[in-house]
Nanobody, 121 residues
Framework: VQLQASGGGLVQAGGSLRLSCAASGHTFSSHVMGWFRQAPAKEREFVAAIRWGTGSTYLSDSVKGRFTISRDKADKTMYLQMNSLKPEETAVYYC???????????????WGQGTQVTVSS
């Protein structure tokens, strides 16, 4: 299984970005895909997750109403639409695959390389 995250960049506060996570390898019908972020000197933080088979979604309280997670099963790609971004959300954003829903990074066994998101004030 390989995960490739992309779509990061520099955006002003209040702006939007759309992250993508392209997956290859084993099919994911029974798995959960998630997004985490990690700012310098901070722990990796859960952002959102989606059940690949059903499409059920989970969002952290801090991003509800602003972020949307989705997936395209045919393309094996997961997305994170981020709106109304805040400077404190500057971080490296990682996608990951897990066997079941979890907000802990330890619940995920495959990780993408991360994509940098920088939100300027």
């Amino acid at each position: 299984v390989q995960l490739q995250a992309s779509g990061g960049g520099l955006v002003q506060a209040g702006g939007s970005l759309r992250l993508s996570c392209a997956a290859s390898g084993h099919t994911f019908s029974s798995h959960v895909m998630g997004w985490f972020r990690q700012a310098p000197a901070k722990e990796r933080e859960f952002v959102a997750a989606i059940r690949w088979g059903t499409g059920s979604t989970y969002l952290s309280d801090s991003v509800k109403g602003r972020f949307t997670i989705s997936r395209d099963k045919a393309d094996k790609t997961m997305y994170l639409q981020m709106n109304s971004l805040k400077p404190e959300e500057t971080a490296v954003y990682y996608c990951a695959r897990g066997n079941s829903y979890s907000t802990s990074p330890t619940g995920y066994d495959y990780w993408g390389q991360g994509t940098q998101v920088t939100v300027s004030s």
